[in-house]
């Protein structure tokens, strides 16, 4: 029933490793997100994707890559992993109208944890 | 930098007072959301009003918009201390799909 589920919750690897971590949503929306967020909450987007464009935010280095295999998947590769990539990262997505965009759906967040 | 900023940081009150939380934005915006989140959680979308909107109600929520002076307000009425958690406001900005998240607003409310 979780509308946006992301795995894993925790990651805790060294330095230098390459890891993912997978979001998946089952609402049906057309836009998908990663946020990142830092020890003093502040949260910073980093991707946004639907099935035409990916916007990156331009201060996100490129050790970080979202892949979509499909509408209701966007993963995130993170290779080379520095100390400063620890927090916690959502997922989350929306759906775009001519309206605008509506509220976003998050998922629960992954802590990661580079030592 | 189109974060916008909440006051107070933080708050403290007794459950049944009303809490109000300010945010204040940068750029001219499509919409304005509000969002919770609980301590370890994800963040939980609360209400969201449109530009050309000036109050909006939800429950025991009641956010105002004045786009003049790039601000909003979240008032929680009779709050109880299951409201304890942070509060974001985040802003739409005009002709943009992506949410720009304030510094959020760390609420406690005693019981």
Known sequence: DTAVSQTPKYLVTQM????????????????MYWYKQDSKKFLKIMFSYNNKELIINETVPNRFSPKSPDKAHLNLHINSLELGDSAVYFCASSQVSRQGVSGYTFGSGTRLTVV | ??????????????????????????????????????????????????????????????V????????????????????????????????????????GTRLTVIP
């Not at chain 2, 109000?20 to 919409?31: A, G, H, Q, R, V």
């Not at chain 2, 009779?78 to 958690?85: I, L, M």
Request: proline fraction near 2%; charge should be neutral; aromatic fraction near 6%.
């Open chain 1, 16 to 31: 230098g490793n390459d890891k993912s971590i997978k979001c998946e949503q089952n609402l049906g929306h057309d836009t």
């Open chain 2, 1 to 62: 930098s189109q974060q916008g900023e909440e006051d107070p940081q933080a708050l403290s009150i007794q459950e049944g007072e009303n809490a109000t939380m300010n945010c204040s934005y940068k750029t001219s915006i499509n919409n304005l959301q509000w969002y919770r989140q609980n301590s370890g959680r994800g963040l939980v979308h609360l209400i969201l009003i449109r530009s050309n909107e000036r109050e909006k109600h939800s429950g025991r929520l009641r």
């Open chain 2, 64 to 103: 105002t918009l004045d786009t003049s002076k790039k601000s909003s307000s979240l008032l929680i009425t009779a709050s109880r201390a299951a409201d304890t958690a942070s509060y974001f406001c985040a802003t739409v900005p005009s002709g943009a799909n992506n949410l720009f998240f304030g510094t």
